[in-house]
């Protein structure tokens, strides 16, 4: 078990510092440099941009750069945003539980609702519950974030008046500083009434935007590899023994299929990032989606990359784990390991 | 009295004590677009952060809420040497910095040596605070303050003089500029003290209507209400910056009744917000022009007819109706008709295809021509969309017997390379920085003809070059207008460009929201304003 863990852990090496060299190289391929895109109509002189390049180590060459952002890196260094002067990491680690927060509420809107949907679809294959639920995933997966979340803002925020339009809470009613960054946790600790349900709230509608494509692949994919499972030998064997439905489906069906389910929501982590970036954008969710789409804006390289890197890293833990976990669901991978 | 009893009306009072304050608390919460740089205007060059900075600052003079007038703010008077060069400054006494943000409690009140600590951080590289917050003081540099600053000295703790080394009307105007913001020695040499410089941009101290309460990036600020202000006093009890960078999200959160003020809508949007009544619509035009440009250095732009025939073969009414969308007004000057010295009787070029033809055969034409038509890759606050601009223009051209090839580069690149006069016409603009019209009308002056200068046209006229550096020279506001008037006449005669449109800047707010005045240079300013 533990040289299969470190077995990944090793391969997880190479594929960051790839991600770090590629990264780098796209962010200096796309047009306009962080100096020039500050300048506006007025212009700059040759003599000030030279002296502004040669500040932010601009003038060097790019592998002497690369080389530079490397060992700033090995030292826990992501450097500083060119446009806020604050340390990429303080930054990111001031926005990203805004992200994780609505993150794992996306997920967990999508599991706890695709894993039993998807599974009553298997057991009831073909009856009108399945076809509905199959029709609604294909359209879920579709679905584009961008006019997902506007439509939804206006029928149930605009039209309804059932949940708030955007934001994380009620900025006349309430008012406390961040602890923790997670929203729902600083509304419990502030002790303001109505403050936790008011956060709750602001949640529903960007939880079910970004929730709704991995709920829609959750779904399908718990009900075709509960198809699978169904179908074999011990699971008959199971039935033969006069075990009840429940305990057939629940015990032995379920946490089989839940295998691959597992490898889904792991690598939707990944998507679910660039997700959230459309998401926080349309529901004012100060998380690190929409930092960084400002940072491209500006070029900001220092928090464009220490932000990708961070991300990227992030998503690579996550799938190691969803691998260990793997383990845990399936005693026959870590044995074959 | 029974407990019951007892602790009821225990409640009670204590209610009767939290209530009214709690139902008089006024909040205006502004929809604003996006997170600022820091709070000190001198580092930043966006509107985002100027707007997050100014209730919190104030300049030695100030622009009349509502106008681009320039009036007394921290300077109570100042007088004008005869040779334009000295200006010298009363300052206003009894002024107080905010009391209690990051912990300062200010021992003294406003007094000279903070005007002289503002200025020099921008100016002087030893400067205990140059370098901090990067150090980068874009508007200092652009307005030319280091060029035509001599010396800053105090007299007493409330008069301050300004030698230039040179005359320079605009001066005034420059001192209203954000850039020009006037902060707290005490509260710089606390923190240097302290070894927390960073921390000067980023938690705000001010003589200003509103003080910083806290800043929450991509997420909130919030101000309150500064009590002791010197001028005109804030309305509302707490001012809250709802960041919102998405312009329908805004538009939902007005209509929802979660922000009462929203910048920039869309368009789109716009006929919805007039016919609700609960919401309305701020209108100004901007300060602004988008322009076409002739590189008159390059043939056959060196010949004045056929500069003409182009200013007659645009159909600029339909570019505007289909490209602004209601969002712009044609313009026939350089200048938008709300700054001073606007000369309406200048007459544009009428629309008139046939004149256009004739035009250019008298000038030995011969048709069917090719040029090039540059045109920006990116939007602008003056320009919606310059490519279907110069796609308009193409086809209209096309019927004098005009092909223009469209040609565009990275936003940088086209600059420079516009600058260096590489193209024959190109599509470029200008948004006015103090409201002072030679703020405009440099942009035409001979020193910008130059290769790598702003003067696109590189057009370099011998008369209104000279009236451009009379009226910069000169304090009297008489003589600088008949000089501004002569130029746009000389301008739309010379035709070096196309001048397209002024933008007109709309904003969106609750119905019940009064005594907001738009500023006619895009800023936002919240004293004086009100929820009914």
């Not at chain 2, 000190?40 to 003079?61: E, K």
């Not at chain 2, 100042?78 to 009391?99: A, E, M, N």
Request: charged share 20%; proline share 5%; with cysteine.
């Amino acid at each position: 078990m533990l040289i299969h863990f470190l077995k990944r852990l090793a391969l997880t090496i190479p594929t960051f510092f790839a991600l770090m060299f590629i990264t780098f190289i796209a962010i200096r391929l796309v047009p306009g440099d962080p100096v020039e895109v500050r300048v506006g109509e007025r212009g700059i002189s040759p003599e000030r941009l030279a002296q502004f390049r040669a500040e932010l180590g601009l003038d060097q060459p790019v592998w002497k750069q690369f080389l530079d952002y490397v060992w700033g890196i090995l030292h826990g260094d992501f450097g500083k945003s060119l446009v806020t002067n604050e340390k990429v990491m303080t930054e990111f680690f001031t926005l990203f539980p805004a992200t994780i927060e609505l993150s794992f509420a996306a997920m967990m809107f999508a599991t706890i609702i695709g894993i039993p949907a998807g599974a009553i679809a298997a057991v009831k294959r073909g009856s009108r519950f399945d076809q509905t639920l199959m029709g609604l995933s294909v359209a879920g997966f579709s679905m584009p974030i961008f006019w997902w979340g506007l439509l939804l803002i206006m029928l149930v925020a605009e039209r309804l008046h059932l949940t708030p339009v955007s934001g994380r809470i009620d900025l006349i009613k309430f008012y406390f500083e961040p602890v923790t960054g997670f929203m729902l946790i600083d509304a419990l600790l502030s002790d303001q009434k109505g403050a936790f349900k008011d956060a709750l709230h602001h949640l529903i509608l960007p939880m079910i935007v970004l929730g709704t494509v991995p709920l829609a692949v959750i779904a399908r994919m718990t009900r075709s590899s509960m198809l699978e499972v169904l179908s074999e030998d011990y699971v008959r064997t199971a039935r033969a023994k006069g075990l009840s439905p429940a305990r057939v489906i629940g015990l032995h069906a379920l946490r089989n299929a839940l295998i691959p389910v597992v490898t889904v929501i792991g690598l939707s982590v990944g998507s679910l990032m660039a997700g959230a970036v459309l998401t926080e954008t349309i529901f004012s969710w100060p998380g690190v989606g929409k930092w960084l789409i400002e940072a491209i804006g500006r070029r900001d390289y220092p928090a464009l990359q220490g932000g990708v890197m961070l991300i990227s890293a992030i998503v690579i833990l996550v799938n190691l784990g969803v691998d260990v976990l793997y383990g845990v669901i399936n005693p026959r991978i870590r044995h074959g390991a | 009295m029974s407990k019951f009893t007892r602790t009821a009306l225990g409640l009670a009072a204590a209610l009767a004590v939290v209530a009214p304050g709690a139902l008089a608390a006024k909040t205006l919460v502004y929809c604003s677009e996006g997170s600022p740089e820091n709070f000190t205007p001198a580092v930043n060059t966006t509107g985002t952060s100027f707007d997050a900075a100014r209730p919190v600052y104030d300049q030695l003079v100030l622009f009349e809420r509502g106008s681009s007038k320039v009036i007394p703010g921290l300077a109570e008077s100042w007088t004008v040497s005869d040779d334009s060069k000295t200006i010298t400054f009363k300052l206003r006494k009894g002024v107080k910095f905010h009391s209690g943000v990051n912990n300062f409690k200010p021992t003294r009140d406003f007094n000279a040596d903070d005007v002289i600590w503002s200025f020099e951080r921008q100016w002087k590289a030893d400067h205990a605070y140059a370098k901090v917050s990067g150090g980068k003081y874009d508007y200092f540099a652009d307005m030319d303050m280091d060029k035509l600053l001599d010396t800053i000295t105090k007299t007493d703790d409330y008069t301050v003089v300004m030698k230039l080394k040179e005359p320079a009307a605009p001066m005034m105007a420059n001192l209203a500029m954000d850039f020009a913001t006037i902060h707290s020695k005490e509260y710089a040499d606390m923190l240097d003290k302290a070894g927390k410089k960073e921390q000067f941009d980023q938690i705000p101290v001010g003589t200003g209507p509103f003080s910083f309460v806290t800043y929450q990036k991509d997420a909130v600020i919030r101000y309150k209400k500064n009590p002791a202000y010197w001028g005109e006093k804030a309305l509302v009890d707490d001012l809250v910056y709802a960041i919102t960078s998405d312009p329908t999200a805004r538009f939902s959160k007005l209509k929802a009744g979660e922000c009462h003020y929203a910048i920039a809508p869309r368009p789109a949007d716009l006929p919805e917000i007039r016919k609700d009544a609960k919401l309305q619509v701020i209108s100004q035009s901007g300060l602004n022009i988008a322009y076409w440009a002739f590189n008159v250095q390059k043939p056959p732009f060196d010949k004045k007819e056929v500069r003409q025939a182009l200013n007659m073969a645009i159909d600029k009414a339909t570019i505007i109706r289909d490209v602004y969308l209601g969002a712009g007004q044609a313009a026939k000057n350089l200048i938008p008709p709300t700054l001073w010295s606007y000369n309406d009787k200048v007459k544009d070029y009428p629309f008139d295809q046939a004149k256009a033809k004739e035009l250019l055969a008298k000038a030995g034409v011969k048709t069917p021509m090719d040029i090039d038509l540059w045109y920006m890759p990116v939007q602008r606050p003056y320009n919606p969309n310059a490519k279907r601009i110069a796609e308009m223009m193409q086809a209209d051209l096309a019927k004098v017997g005009v092909n223009a090839k469209l040609v565009t580069f990275e936003w940088g690149e086209y600059r420079k390379r516009a600058q260096q006069g590489e193209h024959q016409t190109a599509q470029l603009g200008w948004t006015g920085d103090n409201g002072d019209p030679d703020n405009f009308f440099f942009l035409r002056g001979c020193s910008g003809a130059r290769a790598g200068g702003q003067n696109i046209t590189k057009w370099c006229n011998k008369e209104f070059d000279e009236l451009l550096v009379k009226a910069r020279s000169t304090a009297d506001v008489a003589a600088r207008t008949k000089a501004y008037e002569r130029m746009q006449e000389i301008q739309k005669d010379e035709a070096p460009d196309l001048t397209i449109a002024h933008s007109i800047v709309n904003d969106a707010a609750a119905a019940n929201l009064v005594g907001y005045k738009m500023a006619p240079l895009g800023s936002h300013h919240f004293k004086g304003v009100d929820l009914k």
